[in-house]
């Protein structure tokens, strides 16, 4: 019996997008949740690489500098802020509010963490920890 | 047969202009799709639906619709789209969204979209690279003088197979690309793009109201946002940030 290798290989391969897609409703469905039952907005957010840390922007329409507050926590950082933006719960009366826990990425000098605001986007900065010692080229 | 069927509510006119809101980076066409919709109060003109798609209907004013639409008004018809094109079947979907433009005798494309630049946030006034294969049909109305070309680079998305398909059909095609965010509703990003567009009778729309409502549209679009962000990494969108090594 003949076995067609490419239609296997689609087969296969449409089981793994759809797999995919069913994990990523999954992460989305249970984001909704606890969005729904904390009351709160999960605001976007970025995570980018520098030469010597790290930069992590969150999204944060609508809110002052004032209205933050940011919590180290050691191992993450917690952002709260009023979301006063009419929201579909919003306009049920009720009062938003953005709610995200970053983990932070491993090997940092807390002491350089510093924060920013600027258009309803807030930019936390972070250096790595100093350590290692330099090779000498032989 | 084809996957996708094209409702039409009003018969089609000809020589009409074709504006995209395809879900791409920054939602900036989404965003400035919606806001020319919204100022002109076009109606859905055409139902876009197909069984490649996931079953999802949209409620409005005791309604159902399907989450892709085009709304028409005179001159100029526009795409929305609730719902970012799957990647499996953005190729199909702009194949044969192109091959109805082309029967229906669709006069010029016009698509707006964002480079994702990381210093984003330190621009105030995004600048706008522009992509056409006609450009004597767009020099009298867009001053492509003051836009930078769009130079080598990859392209990447549902945009991008839309883009390829304008071009292969030979329809006079301009893409306008303002540098945005990858990830966040860009609106910002949308406004310097319909603003290189206020020359183009029938797109001329005031941005004042949609730099206004910049932070409530940032809040408005995070869900699709966030959904489009998963179709945009299964089609490898970091290929933008690279070159091609393909010198014609």
């Known amino acids: ?138 | 047969m084809a996957d996708f069927r094209f409702y039409e509510l009003e018969k089609a006119e000809e020589g009409v202009i074709f504006f995209d809101g395809i879900p791409d980076t920054g939602l900036v066409g989404t965003i400035a799709a919606h806001h020319v919709v919204e100022t002109k109060k076009m109606a859905l003109s055409v139902r876009v639906d197909s069984d490649l798609l996931p079953p999802v209907a949209v409620v409005k004013d005791m309604d159902l619709f399907e989450p892709i639409g085009v709304f028409g008004s005179g001159a100029l018809s526009v795409l929305i789209s609730e719902v970012p094109i799957p990647t499996e079947i953005a190729k199909q979907f702009a194949k044969e969204l192109v091959a109805w433009m082309v029967g229906k005798k669709f006069k010029e494309v016009i698509s707006v979209g964002g480079v994702a630049d990381p210093n984003r946030p330190e621009v105030e006034k995004p600048e706008v690279l522009y992509l056409t294969n006609s450009p004597k049909t767009f020099s009298s109305q867009v001053d492509l003088g003051k836009l930078k070309p769009l130079g080598s680079a990859f392209l990447v998305g549902s945009k991008a197979a839309f883009l390829l398909e304008c071009f292969r059909a030979g329809l006079p095609t301009l893409a306008l690309f303002a540098q945005s965010f990858m990830n966040y509703p860009d609106p910002g990003a949308s406004a310097s793009t319909l603003e290189a567009l206020s020359n183009v009778g029938s797109l001329k729309v005031d941005v004042t109201d949609l730099v206004k409502s910049g932070e409530e549209m940032r809040v408005r679009f995070r869900d699709l946002m966030r959904r489009t962000m998963g179709e945009m990494e299964r089609a490898q969108k970091s290929r933008e940030l690279e070159s091609p090594s393909l010198v014609v």
Not at chain 1, 71 to 84: M, N, Q, Y
């Open chain 1, 1 to 138: 019996m003949s076995v067609d290798m490419s239609d296997e290989f689609e087969d296969r391969f449409r089981r793994m997008v759809a797999e995919a897609r069913r994990m990523e409703e999954r992460t989305l469905r249970a984001l909704k949740e606890f969005e729904h039952a904390e009351g709160c907005m999960v605001p976007l957010y970025e995570l980018r690489r520098t030469a010597d840390g790290y930069v992590i922007t969150v999204d944060l329409p609508g809110v002052e500098k004032e209205e933050i507050n940011l919590l180290f926590k050691g191992d993450s950082i917690v952002v709260t802020a009023p979301c006063k933006r009419s929201t579909r719960a919003a306009r049920r009366g009720r009062q938003l509010e953005y709610f995200i826990e970053l983990a932070m990425p491993r090997g940092i000098d807390e002491q350089t963490i510093k924060a920013s605001m600027k258009n309803g986007l807030m930019r936390i900065d972070m250096k790595k920890a100093k350590g290692g010692y330099e090779i000498k080229l032989e």
